[in-house]
C-alpha cells in the first residue's frame, strides 16, 4: 500500500488470542478496534454510563503522525454507543495500551464482549504549530462570528 505509516503493535498479555485491528474494507479509512475484556467478565453499560474499555494492544507511532479513537456508526445508531472524548488523541510518544472510552448515550444497558468490534483507530500526519504572538489579526468577512454564525 502506497504512502501508509508504519506502525508498530505489541500484543499485550490479555489480547494475545484476540485479532489485531484491522480494516473492513479496501477503502476504510479506519481500522476497527477490538475490546480486550474477560470472557468471563463482560462489560455492561447502563444508559448513560461510561468505561475506559481495554484493546488488549499498545503502538509505537512515527513522529509527525497521531492516531485517533472514533466511534463505530454502527454501534452508535443502533446503541447509542460512543466515544466519549471523540476523536481522542495517541500521541506518537504513547507507549501505553490503547483504551476507548465509551459511552452509553442510548435508553438500554449494552453489554460489552470479548472480541467485540468497539471503535475505530485512524492514523493520520500531524503538523506542529508555531505560535506567533502578534497584536492584532488580519481582518475576514466572517470575523469574530462564532457558533453558528455561518449556518443561516
Known sequence: MSGAIDVRIMRLPHGQELPLP??????AAG???????????????????????????????PPGTEAQVRPRSGLAVRHGLTV????????ADYRGEVQVLLVNLGGEAVTITRGMRIAQLVVATVARAQLREVATLDE?????????????
Open 22 to 27: 484491522s480494516y473492513q474494507s479496501a477503502r
Open 31 to 61: 481500522l476497527d478496534l477490538i475490546a480486550a475484556v474477560s470472557a468471563d467478565a463482560p462489560l455492561t453499560l447502563a444508559p448513560g454510563a461510561r468505561a475506559l474499555v481495554p484493546t488488549g494492544i499498545a503502538i509505537a507511532l
Open 84 to 91: 466519549l472524548n471523540a476523536p481522542g488523541t495517541i500521541d
Open 140 to 152: 475576514t468577512p466572517r470575523g469574530t462570528g462564532g457558533f453558528g454564525s455561518t449556518g443561516g
